[in-house]
């Protein structure tokens, strides 16, 4: 049989999406048999992804796909090489392949995305000859599936994704869907760890306290340097420390302070109300860090996010919370230009 031809070389690129002159190679390899040629290609790919596989993939996308009737949301993030790739319209077409495939399968990690099967293949030889086609590194690194009565999600230019996962009054199904979608860009601007402050660790809140009290401490030092009014430090850093007993420890501080000052006693406990809220704010700042419900809401400062959802619906209840944060956790490997070069010549 003929070897490689204009036509049959025309044919095998599309069947593979490899380039011109691996084409060719192929079929007069294989004697211009198509199949063959593509068996030969598919070998020779998964040797190069191999090599390719010690890259560091940290660029990429983050996708999300919610399902018709917002019960569903899946979000992956798939890595590449670098942003060029991240943006070629075979990545993005194979990052949504997958997406689907992951939502499809309910597959809520890595590893059971890898054991998986797609299009009749093991995922990892059909993600070995992705990299072969694409000529980079590429990871699914990340995937999630959440679901509940009512899911949206956002994804902010592909870098940043939230799902959030919210139970409501039939009602207020249509107003939830349209709130979380919200509240999701809140999240991937203002980077909240939990949902609610009675979600943080103790051991957590005990190691931030003592860490917020020294930097205010350092901060004073400088302050009293400059001849500034100093900053107050805190007792606590969470709600969850404001037991009853802290609260009215605060209280009988207060009216002591006041009485001292000789403030009559009938306006004393209207003063310590006030008071009393500021406090209170004053010793929850880790909550307003990390807690998603205790954040000032992005889009109306005037109130928390908690705030917010209970003037869409008081039904309304977020469940769950995601966020990936693309390249999060890997370490880039930094290399010069020259070194880079020198790298690539030698192989």
């Not at 997406?99 to 399968?105: L, M, R």
């Not at 990936?324 to 370490?331: A, M």
């Amino acid at each position: 049989m003929a070897g490689a031809t204009p036509k049959l070389i025309k044919e095998l690129r599309e069947k593979s999406g490899a380039g011109m002159l691996d084409c060719k190679k192929a079929l007069n390899e294989c004697d211009g048999n198509i199949e063959e040629a593509q068996t030969w290609l598919r070998e020779q790919g998964l040797a190069k992804a191999a090599k390719k596989s010690g890259n560091v993939a940290a660029e990429g996308i983050i996708t999300i796909l919610v399902n018709d009737d917002n019960t569903k949301a899946t979000m992956t993030e798939v890595n590449s090489q670098t942003d060029f790739v991240a943006k070629n319209a075979q990545f993005l077409e194979l990052t949504s392949q997958i997406t689907t495939h992951a939502q499809v399968n309910n597959l809520n990690d890595a590893e059971a995305l890898a054991s998986s099967s797609i299009d009749g293949q093991e995922f990892t030889t059909f993600l070995n000859e992705k990299i072969a086609v694409i000529g980079e590194n590429l990871v699914a690194r990340k995937v999630v599936n959440v679901e509940g009565p009512v899911v949206n999600g956002y994804v902010h230019l592909g870098k940043v994704g939230v799902v959030l996962a919210a139970k409501c009054d039939d009602a207020a199904k249509e107003k939830t869907v349209d709130l979380l979608k919200k509240v999701a860009m809140h999240a991937a601007s203002m980077k909240p760890t939990v949902i609610s402050y009675e979600d943080l660790s103790a051991e957590f809140i005990e190691s931030e306290n003592k860490a917020i009290i020294a930097d205010i401490e350092k901060e004073n030092e400088e302050l009293v340097r400059l001849g500034k009014p100093l900053k107050n430090i805190p007792q606590f850093v969470s709600k969850q420390q404001l037991t009853d007993e802290a609260v009215e420890a605060a209280k009988s501080e207060m009216k002591e302070e006041l009485i001292a000052q000789g403030k009559p006693e009938k306006i004393i406990d209207n003063i310590v109300a006030g008071k009393i809220n500021r406090w209170i704010e004053d010793n929850s700042a880790l909550d307003k860090t990390h807690a998603l419900l205790s954040q000032t809401y992005v889009m109306d400062d005037s109130m928390t996010v908690e705030e917010a959802i209970k003037a869409v619906d008081a039904s309304i209840e977020i469940v769950e919370y995601v966020r990936f944060e693309l390249g999060e956790g890997i370490e880039k490997k930094e290399e010069d230009f020259a070194a880079e070069v020198a790298a690539q010549m030698g192989n």
